[in-house]
């Protein structure tokens, strides 16, 4: 905290990426990745809200043990859109489409990403996806679970599946393209001096999960496309009665829909390894074992899929290969935990709002993990299988997780790509009702799936209501938490003061530059001499040096 | 993003911006390979529970014009290679020449398939309502095996429409692109020095090439008794 009060209050950019050119012509046909980030980040937002509301629908809806607001019918429609919205349009593109498309090119020190119109051809083709998904919301909605499985999805359904299959469909070419993009840029374009293990954590993560959308999402495409196909032309890829199978549509399925939690979590790892090392004035612990570990996840996330399906009648040794293999993929997660604690020892800790949601990351990602596992070995999960304990598990790793990355991401570069600080006292109670409200909308399913509560239910037995009451109760909290940033950051555009271009200060090569960045993101290409993390080593940062009491001989700290 | 000659404004050297074009097309590929996978991944699981039933899909296939195709593609791959060679010794006319020779047997296995296309549609043998295999051809042994033989053999052509039309829009995809690098070529824009385009859609063309190489011997030659 005293470094930022100890400086001169600095002066905005007189030129910079947000009025080098004026226009809507200038924003809908930009190249310029820090303006397709923004693009990426109002429309995200928008899907994250209308995910939002068909969650806010199904939590009142679920009340009362009768279900009285909605139809069985049009439940099954809302939790079905409410799936489709947060993971397709939200969850996935979120931090690599905003955060990576921003940051990536100024942390290795390029102009731009190596392929800047297919990276406006990416955000377009969200788009059109995104229209469609609407378009089919609309038309009455979707009613079979964001896991679109056969024959109800491809036969028997009365919903609006073609438009929102094609939908997620021409979505998932926009992942592609995003990845390809990252790839590419990271291995041509970096700065001189900026070598692979000078990079930044954050890069590292994107750079996995580009792995992951290269290969995962142009199956799930097939998959889709071959749904859909049987649903239009009354195909038999996986309809039973015409000599299909409906478990070849699971197995395609999975193959991508599990690496793709691992596409939502990873970037977010990415994010809280960059806040923890920059408010614990450290470097990030284990870099090489970080960096392996995120490799290590999206090689290993490609191995575990049928765990999904071990009640779709698998055998007893297919589904011990990937329970076992289950247990593996948990082990990298783990280790990037320790890895973090062990940043934050001795280290000097402050916690301004990325920090807490930093915290927030580290707790809830825990409990979301470890019950991962419960849900991995076999024996339990025959009895925790498609109730609420899974989606608990899975709201842990997504909203405790992913989400909480995310709004770590937004408060941790809102400087730097705004120019402005936000009330720090505000967001800062914001992230505290966030986590109180989470968990009072999650924990109560662990119990109530446990006890037996199925998922995608309308309606449940008297003895369950005390859970649900107080989940929904949760999710009131849970709201407030995320309107507040979205009112005191457009608040701080106009009003905040001038955050200047090292607030934090961090080590990075991103606040070496202007906030906000000038459109060609370096005024000269730098030249990388430096580690990463490196705060022993950079005077330019106007920090103390920092001080890390030597051990005392009595052995007592 | 500018461009100044050939170079684009984000990238610091002509070398950046080819190694950066030929990353990007490879890694294109590969998901390429994963999106003809899960098709193919399909079609493998389905031969293998119903071998009966694809066999006899498998025997109304035109051998014939199906080698042809396979003649006709290599021989397309070839001129293609030929074009990235002229490309790198910086021959324009000779790049014209053979980019056009393989637009030429390009529309040739298009046409051709087309032939293919026409007669299953003849023969009632697309899937849908008017899909039919008279019973003659189905031996009694057959369809006591498999009392969902007719419903499996419509699988195989499901399957069969899916992975070659797949494979036919890349085609024509791919002659979009070397009609787009004809014009270009016209206007001299390939050189020694500069002839990345003309390399990467020769790279597009060869994987479409590989694709039907699999596709052949998988669709038209396994379990064939003639």
């Given at each position: 905290?005293?470094?930022?009060?100890?400086?001169?209050?600095?002066q905005?950019?007189?030129?910079?990426?947000?009025?080098?050119?004026?226009?809507?012509?200038?924003?809908?046909?930009?190249?310029?990745?820090?303006?397709?980030?923004?693009l990426?980040?109002?429309?995200?937002?928008?899907?994250?809200?209308?995910?939002?509301?068909?969650?806010?629908?199904?939590?009142?809806?679920?009340?009362?043990p009768?279900?009285?607001?909605?139809?069985?019918?049009?439940?099954?429609?809302?939790?079905?859109?409410?799936?489709?919205?947060?993971?397709?349009?939200?969850?996935?593109?979120?931090?690599?489409?905003?955060?990576?498309?921003?940051?990536?090119?100024?942390?290795?020190?390029?102009?731009?990403?190596?392929?800047?119109?297919?990276?406006?051809?990416?955000?377009?083709?969200?788009?059109?996806?995104?229209?469609?998904?609407?378009?089919?919301?609309?038309?009455?909605?979707?009613?079979?679970?964001?896991?679109?499985?056969?024959?109800?999805?491809?036969?028997?359904?009365?919903?609006?599946?073609?438009?929102?299959?094609?939908?997620?469909?021409?979505?998932?070419?926009?992942?592609?393209?995003?990845?390809?993009?990252?790839?590419?840029?990271?291995?041509?374009m970096?700065?001189?001096?900026?070598?692979?293990?000078?990079?930044?954590?954050?890069?590292?993560?994107?750079?996995?999960?580009?792995?992951?959308?290269?290969?995962?999402?142009?199956?799930?495409?097939?998959?889709?496309?071959?749904?859909?196909?049987?649903?239009?032309?009354?195909?038999?890829?996986?309809?039973?009665?015409?000599?299909?199978?409906?478990?070849?549509?699971?197995?395609?399925?999975?193959?991508?829909?599990?690496?793709?939690?691992y596409?939502?979590?990873?970037?977010?790892?990415?994010?809280?390894?960059?806040?923890?090392?920059?408010?614990s004035?450290?470097?990030?612990?284990?870099?090489?074992?970080?960096?392996?570990?995120?490799?290590?996840?999206?090689?290993?996330?490609?191995?575990?899929?049928?765990?999904h399906?071990?009640?779709?009648?698998?055998?007893?040794?297919?589904?011990?290969?990937?329970s076992?293999?289950?247990?593996?993929?948990?082990v990298?997660?783990?280790?990037?935990?320790?890895?973090?604690?062990?940043?934050?020892?001795?280290?000097?800790?402050?916690?301004?709002?990325?920090?807490?949601?930093?915290?927030?990351?580290?707790?809830?990602?825990?409990?979301?993990?470890?019950?991962?596992?419960?849900?991995?070995?076999?024996?339990t999960?025959?009895?925790i299988?498609?109730?609420?304990?899974?989606?608990?598990?899975?709201?842990?790793?997504?909203?405790?997780?992913?989400?909480?990355?995310?709004?770590?991401?937004?408060?941790?570069?809102?400087?730097?790509?705004?120019?402005?600080?936000?009330?720090?006292?505000?967001?800062?109670?914001?992230?505290?009702?966030?986590?109180?409200?989470?968990?009072?909308?999650?924990f109560?399913?662990?119990?109530?799936?446990?006890?037996?509560?199925?998922?995608?239910?309308?309606s449940?037995?008297?003895?369950?209501?005390?859970?649900?009451?107080?989940?929904?109760?949760?999710?009131?909290?849970?709201?407030?938490?995320?309107?507040?940033?979205?009112?005191?950051?457009?608040?701080?555009?106009?009003?905040?003061?001038?955050?200047?271009?090292?607030?934090?200060?961090?080590?990075?090569?991103?606040?070496?530059?202007?906030?906000?960045?000038?459109?060609?993101?370096?005024?000269?290409?730098?030249?990388?001499?430096?580690?990463?993390y490196?705060?022993?080593?950079?005077?330019?940062?106007?920090?103390?040096?920092?001080v890390?009491?030597?051990?005392?001989?009595?052995?007592?700290? | 993003?500018?461009?100044?000659?050939?170079?684009?404004?984000?990238?610091?050297?002509?070398?950046?911006?080819?190694?950066?074009?030929?990353?990007?097309?490879?890694?294109?590929?590969?998901?390429e390979?994963?999106?003809?996978?899960?098709?193919?991944?399909?079609?493998?699981?389905?031969?293998?529970?119903?071998?009966?039933?694809?066999?006899l899909?498998?025997?109304?296939?035109?051998?014939?014009?199906?080698?042809?195709?396979?003649?006709?593609?290599?021989?397309?791959?070839?001129?293609?290679?030929?074009?990235?060679?002229?490309?790198?010794?910086?021959?324009?006319?000779?790049?014209?020449?053979?980019?056009?020779?393989?637009?030429?047997?390009?529309?040739?296995?298009?046409?051709?398939?087309?032939?293919?296309?026409?007669?299953?549609?003849?023969?009632?043998?697309?899937?849908?309502?008017?899909?039919?295999?008279?019973?003659?051809?189905?031996?009694?042994?057959?369809?006591?095996?498999?009392?969902?033989?007719?419903?499996?053999?419509?699988?195989?052509?499901s399957?069969?429409?899916?992975?070659?039309?797949?494979?036919?829009?890349?085609?024509?995809?791919?002659?979009?692109?070397?009609?787009?690098?004809?014009?270009?070529?016209?206007?001299?824009?390939f050189?020694?020095?500069?002839?990345?385009?003309?390399?990467?859609?020769?790279?597009?063309?060869?994987?479409?090439?590989?694709?039907?190489?699999?596709?052949?011997?998988?669709?038209?030659?396994?379990?064939?008794?003639?």
């Amino acid at each position: 905290m005293s470094a930022t009060e100890s400086r001169p209050a600095e002066q905005m950019p007189e030129k910079h990426y947000l009025n080098a050119d004026y226009g809507i012509r200038s924003w809908l046909l930009t190249t310029d990745h820090k303006r397709i980030a923004l693009l990426y980040l109002v429309s995200v937002t928008f899907f994250f809200l209308l995910g939002g509301i068909f969650a806010g629908l199904i939590r009142l809806h679920l009340l009362t043990p009768k279900g009285a607001l909605l139809s069985p019918e049009v439940y099954n429609r809302m939790f079905t859109m409410h799936g489709v919205a947060m993971i397709f349009f939200f969850l996935i593109p979120s931090i690599p489409a905003v955060f990576g498309n921003f940051f990536i090119p100024l942390m290795i020190g390029a102009k731009d990403l190596a392929f800047p119109k297919i990276n406006l051809l990416s955000w377009y083709l969200y788009m059109i996806g995104g229209a469609l998904a609407l378009y089919s919301f609309m038309s009455g909605g979707l009613d079979t679970g964001w896991t679109f499985y056969t024959p109800l999805s491809s036969v028997y359904s009365n919903s609006a599946v073609a438009p929102a299959v094609l939908g997620i469909f021409i979505n998932g070419f926009s992942s592609i393209l995003t990845g390809l993009n990252f790839l590419v840029t990271v291995h041509t374009m970096r700065a001189p001096g900026m070598t692979w293990f000078r990079l930044p954590m954050f890069v590292w993560a994107h750079y996995a999960t580009s792995i992951i959308m290269i290969l995962g999402t142009p199956v799930v495409a097939t998959t889709l496309a071959l749904a859909g196909m049987e649903r239009l032309f009354h195909l038999g890829f996986f309809n039973p009665q015409l000599g299909g199978d409906p478990v070849l549509f699971q197995h395609l399925f999975w193959f991508y829909s599990h690496p793709a939690v691992y596409i939502m979590i990873l970037p977010a790892m990415g994010v809280i390894s960059e806040i923890i090392p920059t408010f614990s004035r450290k470097p990030l612990f284990g870099y090489k074992v970080m960096a392996g570990a995120s490799l290590a996840i999206a090689i290993v996330g490609f191995l575990v899929w049928a765990h999904h399906m071990f009640v779709a009648g698998q055998s007893a040794y297919a589904a011990l290969a990937f329970s076992f293999l289950t247990m593996l993929v948990a082990v990298p997660s783990a280790v990037k935990t320790f890895n973090w604690t062990a940043t934050m020892y001795r280290g000097s800790i402050s916690f301004q709002t990325p920090m807490v949601y930093a915290f927030g990351f580290l707790g809830l990602f825990l409990v979301g993990g470890l019950t991962g596992l419960f849900l991995g070995t076999l024996g339990t999960d025959i009895h925790i299988h498609d109730t609420y304990f899974v989606v608990a598990h899975f709201h842990y790793i997504m909203v405790g997780g992913a989400v909480m990355g995310y709004m770590g991401a937004l408060h941790y570069w809102w400087p730097k790509m705004s120019g402005r600080m936000y009330s720090e006292t505000l967001a800062r109670f914001a992230a505290v009702i966030l986590f109180v409200g989470f968990n009072l909308t999650f924990f109560p399913q662990f119990l109530m799936g446990y006890a037996g509560m199925p998922r995608r239910y309308h309606s449940y037995p008297p003895e369950f209501q005390i859970y649900n009451v107080l989940s929904t109760a949760g999710a009131t909290i849970l709201a407030i938490g995320y309107i507040l940033p979205i009112l005191y950051l457009l608040w701080s555009l106009k009003f905040g003061p001038v955050a200047g271009r090292n607030p934090w200060p961090s080590t990075g090569l991103e606040w070496q530059t202007a906030s906000p960045p000038p459109t060609e993101n370096f005024e000269v290409t730098p030249v990388v001499t430096w580690e990463a993390y490196d705060f022993e080593n950079r005077p330019d940062l106007g920090l103390d040096k920092p001080v890390i009491p030597a051990a005392p001989a009595s052995g007592h700290d | 993003m500018h461009r100044t000659g050939e170079l684009y404004g984000h990238f610091e050297t002509l070398d950046q911006q080819k190694e950066s074009a030929s990353l990007g097309m490879w890694i294109f590929l590969i998901t390429e390979v994963m999106f003809f996978g899960g098709i193919f991944l399909a079609y493998t699981v389905n031969r293998h529970a119903n071998p009966v039933a694809f066999a006899l899909g498998s025997n109304t296939l035109d051998l014939r014009l199906g080698a042809i195709n396979t003649g006709v593609l290599l021989a397309s791959s070839f001129t293609m290679a030929m074009a990235v060679w002229a490309g790198h010794v910086g021959k324009q006319k000779l790049i014209t020449l053979f980019l056009i020779l393989t637009l030429l047997l390009g529309g040739i296995f298009l046409g051709i398939k087309g032939v293919e296309y026409a007669a299953k549609f003849e023969h009632h043998l697309v899937p849908g309502s008017s899909f039919h295999i008279p019973a003659e051809d189905v031996s009694a042994a057959a369809a006591k095996a498999d009392p969902y033989f007719a419903a499996h053999a419509q699988l195989f052509f499901s399957l069969y429409f899916g992975m070659t039309g797949l494979h036919a829009l890349h085609m024509v995809v791919g002659a979009g692109l070397l009609i787009w690098l004809i014009l270009q070529s016209r206007k001299g824009r390939f050189t020694a020095k500069y002839n990345t385009p003309v390399e990467m859609v020769g790279l597009y063309w060869h994987f479409v090439d590989i694709v039907w190489i699999y596709l052949f011997p998988l669709l038209y030659l396994i379990d064939r008794h003639k």
